[in-house]
C-alpha cells in the first residue's frame, strides 16, 4: 500500500465531511469554521470554494445535483450555481445551545443522516443521530452520545458502523434499509487514544472493513469485517478528521485534516495540517449515495 500523498495544500481550522462527486470527477470537503466548501476536480486539479453563513457540520451530495447540507441554524439544500439555500428543516429544534451538527453522510436509501454533538463542554450526553427524508421528515436514529460520529454502511446496506469520540468507541448496528432504523447497536472496539487516536469520521470498503480516522494521533485504523485492528496508516499531520473513497476505481482514500486544537509546535513539526491528503488502498469503498435517491 502506498504513503499518503499531499493532494490539496490548505490551512483549514477543521477540514472534514469528504465528499467524492463521480458524475464530476471532483472531491468536495468542507472547513466547518471558515464555513465554506470546496471542491478539487481530479483531472486538473481545478479548485472551487463557496462560502456559507454559518459553521457546517456535514453536507452530502442530492440526486439534482444540489447539496444537502446541516449548518447552526438548521438543514438546507444549496445550489452552488445560483448559491442558494433552501430550508429542509431543523430537527427537534436541534441544534441545543451548546450543541452542534457534527458528522453527517446519505444513507444508502437517499436519507441524510446527521449525528449532533456537545460542543460546549464536551462530556454531556446531548448527542443524537437523526434521518431526514427528501420530504423533510425528520426521525430521531439513536440518542445519548457524545459526539455522535464515524457514520459508514457495509457494502449491502444493512448494518451502519458509527462512533462516539469522547467515549473512545466504535459501534456497528443492523439498519433498516425500509424505515431508516438503527437496530441492536452493539460495541466494536474500544480505542485508546494514545494507540489509535480518538475516533472520528470514517469509510467502509467493500471487505466490510471499517477506515476511522484517529484524530490527535495522526493515524488511519483499519477495522477488519470482525472489528479486529488489521491496519494502522501514519499520516503526516496529527489530526486527521475523515476520510471518504474515490477515483475512478474508487481505492483511492481521501483525508482531511485539522489544525484547531494544535499547539504551536504540533503546527510547526506539521506545517500541513488542515490540508486533504490522499491513499492508493487495494480494496475499493463503497460508494455514498445522492440525497434523495
Known sequence: MAEPELLIEAQAELGESPVWDPVAGCLLWADLYAPAIESY?????????????????????????????????????????????DLICCPYGEPKAGTRFNDGKVAPNGRFVIGTMDEQHKSRPLGCFYSVDSNGQVDRISQDLIVANGL?????????HFSDTRRDTLYVADYCLESGEIYHPRVMAVTDPDLHGRPDGGATDNAGGYWSAGVFGG??????????????????????????????????LFVTTLRKGLTPSALAAAPLSGSVFALEVEVPGVPVAAFGG
Open 152 to 160: 459508514a454502511w457495509s457494502p449491502d446496506g444493512r448494518r451502519v
Open 41 to 85: 476536480r481530479l483531472s486538473d486539479g481545478k479548485r472551487q470554494r463557496w462560502p456559507l453563513p454559518e459553521t457546517l457540520g456535514a453536507f452530502g451530495r442530492c440526486t439534482d445535483g444540489r447539496l444537502i447540507v446541516a449548518m447552526r441554524s438548521g438543514i438546507y439544500r444549496f445550489e452552488p450555481n445560483s448559491e442558494a439555500l
Open 219 to 252: 493515524v488511519l485504523n483499519y477495522w477488519d469485517h470482525h472489528g479486529q485492528l488489521a491496519r494502522q496508516v501514519r499520516l503526516p499531520c496529527p489530526g486527521p478528521t475523515m476520510p471518504c473513497f474515490g477515483g475512478p476505481d474508487m481505492k483511492t
